[in-house]
């Protein structure tokens, strides 16, 4: 019995699809209609059979050649797509790479910063300033990208933006306390970690760019590790904070 009512269903179904189909293909349809005319009158009225296989023809042949037409269409743009990808990875690689190198220099100076150590890192400004683009926004393979993948790397470069801007604007500003400086370096490419990792699953780095070495990890794992290590830095940081308040108030 429950077959039995899911059959209607299905059916309703297959014939939604097939309406579809002949409304985006309209002239398979009329194609269909001047053959079944034709057949009809072959007996009666054989100029008007033949006039309307004649036009039936016509149209499967012009609905053949769009078809194909479509069809090398869609296999052009999904390799123009492809292509892009490829041409553009290497570069989206290479910024990456160096953010993950900021990143890594920033949790040490942030810790050392943080429990007011003697011993500091040697890193300078330039240190925390992202490598930028070249092929990126101008080359035409950008224009080529599907639009997820265009959008994810727009995020991302302007997230880059936003963190050189602020290294350059704060990187030894009189009144601030480094903690603050490397805590908030911290935070924006946290920020680009994460819209990093949206790059590397829509171009398919860690597939592009395997590590040299079984030992090393993809790039996806090393961006979720660096995340990690900064937020293990933080927690510390926090509970050194509260536990000098809770002294002071003692």
């Not at 293909?25 to 009329?30: A, E, F, H, R, V």
């Not at 769009?66 to 123009?80: A, V, Y």
Request: aromatic share 10%.
């Amino acid at each position: 019995m429950k077959r039995d009512r899911l059959l209607p269903s299905r059916q309703r179904e297959q014939g939604k699809r097939l309406f579809h189909w002949v409304k985006r293909n309209p002239q398979i349809g009329l194609s269909v209609g001047l053959f079944v005319v034709g057949g009809i009158a072959v007996p009666f009225l054989p100029t008007l059979a033949g006039a309307s296989f004649g036009a039936g023809a016509s149209l499967l042949g012009a609905w053949i050649k769009e078809f194909h037409d479509r069809s090398s269409e869609k296999e052009k743009r999904e390799k123009s797509q492809a292509d892009a990808k490829e041409y553009l990875a290497p570069e989206l690689y290479r910024t990456i790479e160096r953010l993950l190198y900021i990143h890594d220099r920033a949790v040490p100076n942030f810790i050392g910063a943080s429990t007011e150590s003697d011993i500091k890192p040697n890193d300078l400004k330039e240190d925390f300033i992202p490598f930028w683009p070249v092929l990126y926004p101008n080359a035409q393979q950008f224009r080529d990208l599907p639009g997820e993948e265009a959008v994810a790397l727009v995020s991302f470069y302007d997230s880059l933006h936003a963190l050189g801007d602020f290294v350059k604007d704060w990187w030894g500003r009189e009144g601030q306390l480094p903690v603050n400086i490397f805590n908030m370096i911290l935070h924006s490419t946290e920020r680009s970690l994460r819209l990093a990792q949206v790059c590397v699953d829509k171009f398919a780095l860690d597939k592009r760019f395997p590590p040299a070495y079984e030992a090393h990890s993809p790039i996806s794992e090393r961006i979720k590790g660096s995340l990690k290590s900064a937020e293990n830095a933080r927690a510390h940081h926090i509970a050194r904070f509260e536990a000098k308040a809770a002294k002071n108030e003692g």
